[in-house]
């Protein structure tokens, strides 16, 4: 079996090459015909830095969004000349990552970024609140042992990701352009820039840009993520994001989880008069919007499962008709080593967006790779620079496996199931949760990225799960019972464990045993 896996993975490799280059000449024709130069004229007009001189920048970084825009700041903060590409400058407008845990808050801080989160009306996040049945509990961060401004942050995306390009480009040594990188320029196997368009004047150039190490980071650029990394995309279900306005939420300054059937349904503030609503729909396909059927669905099968307090809110906001839709990716970091370049963010570990984890790994993945990169003074050797910088991948992975097998786990624990045994694992989770103490410290504090231990993580899934058993076995066990327990038990399995090997058990659990650990900064 693993032989085949190999196999597999060395023809898509080599497909992926075979379609790159071919996809590099095209496009590299199509410019000089566009301009009646020849092919070679019409690149290195335009080249940025020879790749070998040290003019042109040390660090390319493709995606100027969260994780693009904080790693050109921390790296140009410590002296690096950083080339940022990005393909669209303008505000962005999305419906996820509009919350920041409070362990991402605290990469921020670690960054110099906290500034960040002000003067966008960002609002205080103090916990959670869990909805099931009319019944309710509350779960806040464990923040004691933290400074008083430690808390969670709920905001506009768009507004967050300006405010970071806008403290990266305020540095000389970071270029912020527009562009949208079509191919790595690769020499013997190694990745010496990138290919780029642009346009000038109403006219699409196509530039080309040296540096000895690139950075991919926007996940949108495919093509890349293809030839840096073995994962596949997977999307296990879709947002529909809507917008309530003046709603006064049943706990403020809290998310709202509601265990609705048949998945969950989420509500957060995003500025001090609007709060977002996501309503998970399980697959990639969601009822039209364009003939009525999602307005339908949101008021027929969703809006009856609300509180009272946010119903008319609800209802408000589907009349107002900007509904919207998005796909709620997962992907876990399978990356391909490559000289001269480093996948991070969005670009090669994706988790579903429930948990709103996504910027707390982005932002910790850029202070482990600030930290390796430190004492380097010199990146021209490719070869020994890739060697060193595969410990990032064995560093990161105990804070962001964590956090991507709970958004796994907990999505398929929280979604309704036709199964009596999985339904009885839902109702377990929420009644472990609402017994309080370590039993809603423990997994919130996993949660808010402040404890991101894998063990913990363990420890506390099998004890929802065991907690489930219980109920069910007392005060009289039956047969039927214990058979349902049993297979309680064989379902928590069935979902954990694929996740975690997806993540890579020995990584994950004991990253000292993984070589790569130790590696040690080349000597020049």
């Known amino acids: 079996m693993e032989s085949d896996y190999l196999f597999g993975a060395i023809v898509a490799s080599l497909l992926a090459v075979i379609f790159l280059l071919r996809s590099r000449v095209k496009k590299t024709r199509t410019a000089g015909e566009a301009t009646g130069a020849p092919l070679e004229s019409a690149l290195e007009a335009e080249a940025v830095g020879d790749g070998s001189s040290g003019e042109g920048p040390d660090i390319i970084v493709v995606g100027a969004g969260v994780a693009g825009s904080a790693l050109a700041y921390t790296l140009a903060k410590d002296g690096r000349k950083v080339h940022v590409i990005e393909r669209d400058l303008t505000e962005p407008d999305r419906i996820v990552g509009e919350l920041l845990q409070p362990g991402g808050y605290l990469r921020l801080v670690e960054l110099g970024l906290q500034d960040c989160v002000e003067e966008i009306d960002a609002q205080r996040v103090q916990g959670y609140a869990l909805f099931k049945d ?6 806040p961060y464990p923040l004691e042992k933290f400074h008083s401004d430690v808390a969670g942050r709920s905001f506009h995306n768009g507004r967050f990701i300006q405010r970071m390009r806008e403290k990266a480009s305020s540095l000389p040594n970071v ?14 196997g190694t990745v010496k820039g990138v290919i780029y368009k642009t346009k000038s004047n109403g006219e699409e150039l196509l530039k080309k840009a040296y540096a000895p190490l690139t950075i991919v980071c926007d996940g949108c650029f495919s093509n890349l993520r293809r030839a ?4 596949k995309v997977d999307v296990p279900s879709c947002f529909v994001g809507l917008v309530l306005e003046n709603c006064k939420l049943p706990f403020p300054n809290h998310g709202h989880v509601i265990l609705a059937d048949p998945s969950p349904i989420l509500f957060y503030p995003i500025s001090s008069t609007e709060v977002r609503c996501l309503v998970d729909v399980p697959g990639q396909k969601v009822p039209s919007i364009a003939n009525g059927e999602m307005a339908n669905y949101l008021k027929t099968v969703v809006a009856p499962q609300l509180p009272e307090e946010l119903y008319v809110s609800f209802i408000a906001a589907i009349e107002k008709g900007n509904t919207r839709t998005h796909p709620n990716r997962s992907m876990p970091a399978a990356p391909h080593p490559t000289p001269g370049a480093l996948l991070m963010g969005d670009a090669f570990n994706m988790r579903h967006p429930l948990t709103g984890g996504g910027m707390t790994v982005a932002l910790s993945d850029i202070v482990v790779l600030r930290n390796l990169l430190k004492p380097l003074r010199n990146l021209h050797d490719a ?3 890739c060697n060193y910088l595969e410990s990032f991948y064995t560093l990161r992975k105990p804070v962001a496996s964590t956090i991507n097998t709970l958004a796994g786990a907990l999505y398929k624990v929280f979604s309704a199931s036709p199964d009596k045994a999985r339904n009885e694992m839902r109702q377990a989770c929420f009644d472990y949760l609402s017994l309080g103490g370590v039993c809603s410290a423990g997994p919130i504090s996993l949660l808010s990225g402040l404890n991101p231990r894998p063990l913990s993580l363990v420890a506390h899934f099998f004890a929802v799960a065991i907690y489930g058993v219980g109920r069910l076995l007392v005060p009289f066990p039956s047969v039927n019972r214990m058979w349902i327990g049993a297979r309680l038990i064989s379902g928590a399995c069935g979902i954990i464990f694929p996740i975690i090997k997806a993540e890579g058990v020995r990584q994950m659990f004991f990253p000292a045993m993984v070589p790569a650990y130790y590696r040690a900064p080349p000597a020049k």
Not at 175 to 188: D, F, K, R
Not at 228 to 231: A, P, Q
């Open 134 to 139: 009319g019944k309710t509990t509350k779960l």
């Open 175 to 188: 270029q912020l352009e527009q562009g949208t990188v079509t191919t790595l320029l690769e020499e013997n």
């Open 228 to 231: 840096l990394c073995f994962s």
């Open 383 to 385: 070869s020994s620079l």
